[in-house]
């Protein structure tokens, strides 16, 4: 992705002034001054020139001694976005996303997705007239992020390539189950290594590494090999036991089958515990090669309550291999944890922006 326009080269010392005011509140020039022991002229002469970057902006002004009122600065989160897209059988979804992190604008668009020309060239479309009315409102977009899913059954999948080419800005192509696991970081900073599954239709997953997500296939672990046909080819995959077939009844949708079972029918009951049992064997093979926290994702997800949490928790510490602590890590040897992730409806296009704007805040320095 050219870069070239979007990062202007900065002076010796102008850096340190914009992570001061990235990772913070709006600060006055004396402030800033103080936090960074430098002379007035010298932050005078780098405040201009990051404000003729456009990467500060005045924040406001703030009450200071002598009764004056000071301006104040704050990085400008609105400098640049991303747009995050994902497309559904029926639907484009578009989700501007600023430097901070936040979703500036969203766009939602009912289409029937196609694998002809025809559909790549609406697809096309449809988000470059989102990326227009962005930089319109005042916030250019950086590029465009495409959440693409990799699933083993690829007979009716789409040619994001084709849809890409067809884009006038930059494109960057985010696997669908690691761009949940960059929305996750963005709500977690801290999140270093972690195991992504989300719980839908199907089961996918993302492996976090260092901080950085990487396609996983744990949805194929078998789990009994004499268990029913996984479409991967194998037999008794997690797939086949935790996807959302398990637990619903013919026609029964999500909201129903947890409704139900929150009135005790006996079994709705019995299938969520075997559903329960399934996944915790999986998180207990996960665990037996890498003691880290494992996030809950997809619409399955957002219907786990802190019980049934607890109850996942449960089965996998009785597991010794599983109910060890990180090695190496340093100082927190608290064991890995189980808990439910963001589970937002559209998390894939959100984390496809995400992933270009920390690769920007990564440039600036801002980011490790
Ligand atoms: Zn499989």
Redesign the pocket.
């Known amino acids: 992705m050219p870069h070239d326009d979007h990062i202007p080269a900065l002076p010796d010392g102008a850096d340190e002034i914009l992570a001061l005011l990235y990772h913070g509140e709006p600060v006055a020039k004396r402030g800033i001054a103080d936090a960074l022991h430098i002379s007035a002229p010298t932050l005078n002469a780098r405040l201009r020139l990051l404000e003729d970057a456009g990467l500060i902006v005045v924040a406001g002004h703030r009450q200071s001694t002598g009764g004056r009122r000071a301006r104040t600065y704050t990085f400008n989160y609105r400098r640049r976005c991303a747009i995050g897209v994902t497309i559904r059988s029926t639907e484009i979804v578009c989700i501007a996303v600023g430097l901070d992190g936040t979703a500036l604008d969203e766009r939602h668009t009912t289409i029937a997705a196609h694998a002809d020309a025809a559909f790549y060239g609406r697809a096309a479309r449809i988000i470059d007239e989102f990326a227009e009315q962005v930089a319109a409102a005042g916030t250019p977009p950086l590029g465009v992020g495409l959440a693409v899913p990799r699933h083993i059954n690829t007979a009716s999948s789409l040619d994001y390539a084709a849809i890409g080419e067809r884009i006038t800005l930059p494109v960057t192509t985010t696997e669908r189950y690691c761009a949940y696991a960059f929305a996750e970081l963005r709500a977690r900073p801290a999140l270093r290594d972690a195991v992504c599954l989300f719980l839908g239709n199907h089961i996918g997953s993302a492996v976090l590494q260092g901080g950085l997500p990487h396609t996983g296939a744990l949805?194929?672990m078998p789990l009994d090999p004499d268990g029913p046909r996984?479409?991967?080819g194998?037999n008794g995959?997690l797939?086949v036991y935790c996807s959302s077939a398990n637990l619903t009844e013919e026609g029964e949708s999500l909201p129903g089958f947890f409704g139900v079972l929150e009135q005790g029918e006996v079994h709705h009951r019995d299938r969520m515990r075997e559903w329960l049992r399934s996944l915790a064997q999986a998180i207990i093979s996960i665990r037996a090669v890498f003691a880290a926290d494992v996030l809950l994702c997809g619409p399955i997800a957002g219907f786990l309550d802190d019980a049934e949490i607890a109850q996942l928790d449960r089965l996998v510490a009785g597991h010794p291999a599983a109910s060890r602590t990180a090695a190496g890590t340093g100082d927190d040897d608290a064991p890995p944890r189980i808990a439910r992730g963001l589970c937002d409806v559209y998390q894939d296009a959100y984390g496809a922006a995400y992933a270009i704007v920390r690769d920007h805040l990564r440039e600036l320095a801002l980011l490790r």
């Open positions: 949805e194929h996984c479409e991967c194998g995959c797939n």
